[in-house]
């Protein structure tokens, strides 16, 4: 089983905190294998009990009465009589109906530390964390990063990356080496996101629409998007009744089911945020990659989406960066450091070297600036302080950025 330390040391910070523990992520992307198996042999090394931990998987065929919030609620307090403290491990809680109103009410009637994961962000939003009563901390987890790809299959680490950036990191390609199977996996997950956590939620009633949209926010990686441009496009393609409301409100869609994570811009000098315009990036480029049936794979905005995600499950803040009137690709903020990002696939070229360190210029705060390059070469000084780095050694390498 593939040791996932990162989001373990996470969960294992806030064990025994009168917070629920809620762990979010698209399907299939190994929140119960965290949950279920990692955390709880990591548990049962801290000598407790099995029988003080409760799981529960709520998709399972076996507990589809649980469904029903009561019943959850009764069977749980049938498994938590004895005296002394429990453990209780909720899956895919999102399916019961007011499941918050169970996981209140097994935290005030019992000696419970209680944990759950979902795959739909919407059962997060502001009104239930409310009903939390502010007592629920988030845990992201998201699709194998390139080190946790790496450890497991090993070997010459630039074919690893060249696999990596056509099929992404969900888990289970790991146990799948035919090309065709891994593409098959990959379909299969976006269209059950697309069809059970978007169509059928939402009862989305023009589901081509929907379809034509993801198509694009997957071609337009790395692209400003807006949706009343994207509504123009949809019409003159022929969905003649689109809108840029409903527009934007698939796009929400599309991020609550964590298909797409939005990059706000973050105006520098100004030091506020800007209301137009974003960036989307895929959770997993592989997924991303199957969708478009593995056409449209360009090198450059493919390493810039991993660079996106690798800082977002380092545990980054992550805005696009606006430097007067040139662009920085990426602000990458965590409670100690600040970094200013580039990514391109070389600096080889006088001319786009110059494009990509002269989004840094007039930067005077002390922040360290960092273009991220596929260049293999010992020249990494910039001048001015810029310096250069190489891909692979930004991925296997948790600290590459302090250390830079």
Known sequence: MLNRDIYLNRLYGQKDKDLVKIITGIRRCGKSTL??????????G????????????????????LKDPVALYQHLSQLMQGEGHYYVFLDEIQLVDNFEDVVNGIKRD???DVYITGSNSKFLSTDINTKFRGRGIELKLFPLSFSEYYSHCQGDKRKAFNEYMMYGGMPYLLQEPEPMRRAEYLRTITETVVTDDIIERYGIRNKEVLRA????????????VSSRKIATTLKSSGHTTVDHKTVGSY????????????????????????????????????????????RQIEPTHTIENIVYTELLHRGYIVDIGRNEQKEIDFIAKNMKDTFYIQVSYTLIDEKTREREVGSFRKLDDGYKKIVITMDDDPFTDLGNGYKKMNMLDFLLDEMALEKA
Do not use: M, W
Request: with cysteine; aromatic share 16%.
């Open 251 to 294: 796009i929400d869609h599309l991020c609550d089911s964590f298909l797409f994570y939005r990059a706000d811009r973050y105006d520098i000098k100004g030091k506020t945020y800007l209301k137009t315009l974003y960036k989307y990036y895929a959770v997993d480029i592989g997924l991303r990659n199957a969708f478009l049936n593995f």
């Open 46 to 65: 801290d000598g407790i009990p099995a029988e003080r931990i409760i799981k529960v998987a709520i998709d399972n065929i076996k507990n589809a009465s």
């Open 213 to 224: 949209l993801l198509s694009l926010l997957c071609s337009s990686i790395g692209s400003y």
């Open 110 to 112: 019992f000696d419970c």
């Open 35 to 44: 949950l279920f198996d990692l955390y709880y042999q990591r548990l049962l």
